[in-house]
């Protein structure tokens, strides 16, 4: 009797006790819904490529995560706690394919409950090509100047190319690659250095080493200069006889280095004209011959050939230059 009257209290009404209940449970589950926290996330993807392929177009490196969980959990999880693979090995020819984000949890991100990851997009497609090489020049870059009355001469690049591995399809656009910068500042003697060369395209890499030595040649800067007042002096002329008038300065142009040039004047430049051979009076006409510094050499000299007057040594002349 006990029994049929809880049975009857039990079904009374059942229509509404079933609704009361899945309301019951449906707001059990929202409530803890609405508790969860969201934490987004950048991880880098990690890429299974089969052997003898690389990537043959630009590829997202990295993928947006979405995390969901209680927000003291959600924090403690480290980059490293969770990996990305986008797993291609299945492909063994050249093409665009595309696969599904693998998300594995490890570390502290294993233990975790309630933990969702939401990769966005949950997908990625990158183009493969096949392994090719090819064989590069090297171009030296130089950033600064040399020292003041300095100047970069020739250079040469040991070795002078590099081989490169990569898609054909970059490879083809390729046929030198730049060094890193060789500076040049304070720079006034020859040296070498070793330095690295890149490659502007991410999908190339260097097969083998990427330093190469650069040796430079520094020269002293050129320059000229023309002394115009540099007065020739006789040698040779019999104690008898005396120029007069005396010999006009002549003018010098001169090439050489900018440092030595800049110390140089009149004083720094001997102009000769050889009578040794003159033994009368009369007109004459002799070359002048020039004695510069070492390092300097003679552009034009103005006249070549000087046109003077050799007379006797008198009284009234005695003491006169020649």
Partial sequence: MKTNVFLENLVHMWPVKVVCLALAVLLY????????????????????????????????PNVRLLLRGKSESLY??????????????????????????????????????????????GVVTIRIEKISYKDVSVTARFSGSPKSGYELGNYLVQPNTVRLMGPQSRLDLLDTVLSDLVVLDTQDANFSTKIRVSSD??????????????????????????????RPVVLGLAEEFVIDPPVLPLSVKLEGSKNKLAILDERSVRLVI?????????????????????????LALEPGRVAFVVKKRSRTNLGKDQ
């Fill in 29 to 60: 589950f929202f409530t803890n819904l609405v508790s969860l926290q969201t934490r987004p996330l950048t991880l880098p993807i990690n890429y299974l490529l089969p052997p003898g392929f690389t990537f043959g177009a630009e590829y997202p």
């Fill in 76 to 121: 403690s999880i480290r980059d490293e706690d969770i990996q990305v693979t986008a797993d291609f090995l299945q492909f063994k020819a050249e093409g665009e394919f595309q696969t599904k984000l693998d998300i594995k949890l490890l570390g502290s991100a294993s233990n975790i409950e309630p933990l969702e990851v939401s990769p966005s997009p």
């Fill in 201 to 230: 395209d991410q999908l190339v890499r260097f097969s083998g080493s990427d330093l190469v030595e650069v040796q430079v040649a520094i020269f002293e800067s050129l320059g000229t200069i023309t002394l115009r007042q540099v």
């Fill in 274 to 298: 050889d009578a040794s051979d003159i033994s009368v009076e009369g007109n004459y006409e002799a070359s002048v011959a020039a004695q510069v510094p070492d390092g300097v050499s003679i």
